[in-house]
Each structure stands twice: as structure tokens, then as C-alpha cells.
């Protein structure tokens, strides 16, 4: 499993937008966690460090989601993320709206 699977996920999808934010997340992620290595879970593009899953994304018919591989995500940043819809595993976003650099770097363990 490898970057270019994820390169494959991305210009699969349809929409344009769809793909430009993701990309733009998937940059974002990377300028955080440049160790990452990318590759696919479940179907969806992941990042893992030192073999442990950080985060993955995935696109949807009128979603975008941001998948944070860990359950205690969600609690920690609760009223910084209240415009987002959220489930235990899930951050769903607008498909034309870019996650906010600060919340994924607290998120990923970055504290700039």
C-alpha cells in the first residue's frame, strides 16, 4: 500500500472540489506529520508513524470526513469543532471548506 494508491483515490473522484480539498488536507496532514507514510485502510486513504494509524479522510456524496484514529479526538477539541458535525470516529465537513490548520495539528500531536 503506497502514496500512489492514494493519488489513485483522489483522482477518482468526480468532483473537483472534492478532490481539491482533500488534496489540501492530505498537504496539511503531511506538513504536520512529515514522517507520515501514506497508504490505504479499509479503502481509504490513511497516514500512519512508526506503523501506528494517526488519521485517514474519505470522501462522500455530500460530505467530506476526516477520520482521526484515535476516540478521545473528538472530547478534547469539543468546542472548537462545534460547526462540525461529529461521531465517535468521524469529523464531517462541507465539501468545498478546508480543516483549520491549528485544530489538525493539536489533533495530530503538533502543539505549534
Known sequence: MSKSEVDRYLASLEQPKKRATLE???RTILDIL???EQWMSYGLPAFRVQGKVIAGFAAFTNHLSYLPHSGSVFTELDG?????????GALQFPIDTSLPKAELSRNLGDDD
Open 80 to 88: 472548537e469543532l462545534s460547526q462540525y458535525k461529529t461521531s465517535k
Open 24 to 26: 489540501a488536507l492530505r
Open 34 to 36: 512529515p514522517e507520515a
